[in-house]
């Protein structure tokens, strides 16, 4: 099971809510998903998620999205999601919501806090 799939396990969860002992924020999300048992990555490190990733250099504009695969993670200061295909994004966003799909990478992310260092599972 991909990291994604594992993540997807969490849809409809409230944010901040506790899951197998972390907090389920968006980076939450990320520990969980690939299976760690203490909150050993955030946002805010300057370091690679945990996990088998491989960070990818996509090319900017219009292509962006089409060369992205869906389960790819992106990392923006502060802030990480997957990619869910199209302009939308899986991910854990903000205190008061549930975890799951939105539909702004385009109209939100990318205009708002630019684009994201992108790490692609490797299998």
């Known amino acids: 099971m991909t990291y994604y799939q594992q993540a997807l ?3 409809g969860c409230l944010y901040g809510s506790v899951k197998d002992g972390i907090v389920l924020d968006c980076s939450g999300l990320v520990n969980l998903a ?3 048992k203490n909150r050993v990555w955030h946002t805010g490190l300057n370091i690679p998620p945990p996990g088998r990733w491989m960070f990818m250099e996509l090319p900017k504009g219009d292509v962006f999205t089409v060369m992205a695969r ?3 993670l992106f990392v ?4 990480c999601a997957f990619y869910g295909g199209g302009d939308r994004l899986f991910h854990a966003r903000r205190p008061g919501t549930l975890v ?3 539909n702004d990478l385009k109209l939100y992310w990318l205009k708002e806090k630019g684009y994201p260092k992108v790490y692609r599972q490797v299998a």
């Open 9 to 11: 396990r969490y849809e």
């Open 34 to 36: 690939t299976g760690q």
């Open 70 to 72: 869906m389960g790819d």
């Open 76 to 79: 923006w200061k502060g802030h």
């Open 100 to 102: 799951g799909f939105t």
